[in-house]
């Protein structure tokens, strides 16, 4: 049996639900490099990438165009992230990053890419029907992980009220596709959120505006 063929195999089966080894390895990776990106650690990016893949291998195994194509959308701004902060003026000697609010121009920058961005990918999905089964969450998903990683790669606090967003979609899709292990990970993912948003929120009332700002656009 090839390595693929293995993730893509069930490992055993919950309540009825088959729970596939690409499923469950790749969201525990998406869960550490959460838990990693909490902690402002730099290992957040390679991790993500690493998730990417298998879970790119999952969803690309079981046809859901737009989910595969999320993964390859982590794996690529994973990369560009690490760069980001590696690069970043004010990055701690942890491997670390200064963290900060998005401006409210920042905000709407954020919001109106990711409105146009659907619109347009739910209209390339609709127009080719082989590339999604559903085009408009499917979509939203692709859109919406791009804006999160990019707000998560600058620092800003809202990436994770953004991939909270994400996966209020992008689980329950997951999970009426065939892939359970995600509605276990949401739970988690929900809570790791709250933690890193308030984690972060303190972290960014003591770095002032002009220095989070210097740090987030090296």
């Given at each position: 049996m090839s390595a693929l063929s293995w993730l893509n195999s069930e490992a055993f089966t919950v309540f009825d639900q088959h729970i596939v080894w690409s499923d469950m390895i790749g969201n525990t990776m998406g869960l550490i490099a959460l838990?990693?990106?909490?902690?402002?650690?730099?290992?957040?990016?390679?991790?993500?990438?690493?998730?990417?893949?298998v879970l790119f291998a999952a969803f690309a195994a079981g046809h859901l165009s737009g989910s595969a194509g999320k993964q390859v959308v982590v794996m690529l701004v994973a990369a560009w992230g690490w760069l980001q902060w590696t690069r970043g003026r004010q990055q701690a000697q942890d491997g670390s990053l200064a963290v900060r609010f998005a401006t409210w121009k920042e905000r709407g920058a954020l919001l109106g890419a990711a409105a146009l961005g659907t619109a347009a990918v739910t209209g390339l999905f609709t127009l080719y029907p082989w590339m999604s089964w559903n085009p408009l969450p499917d979509a939203y998903i692709f859109v919406g992980t791009i804006v999160a990683m990019y707000a998560q790669a600058k620092g800003m606090v809202e990436f994770w009220f953004a991939w909270l967003l994400v996966d209020a979609v992008g689980v329950p899709l997951a999970y009426t596709s065939g892939y359970a292990f995600s509605a276990f990970v949401y739970v988690v993912y929900g809570a790791?959120?709250?933690?890193?948003?308030?984690?972060?929120?303190?972290?960014?009332?003591?770095?002032?505006?002009?220095?989070?700002l210097e740090g987030a656009t090296a």
């Open positions: 838990a990693l990106g909490w902690r402002r650690s730099i290992w957040t990016w390679p991790t993500q990438f690493l998730s990417g893949a790791l959120v709250v933690w890193g948003a308030y984690d972060w929120y303190q972290r960014s009332r003591t770095t002032t505006p002009a220095t989070a």
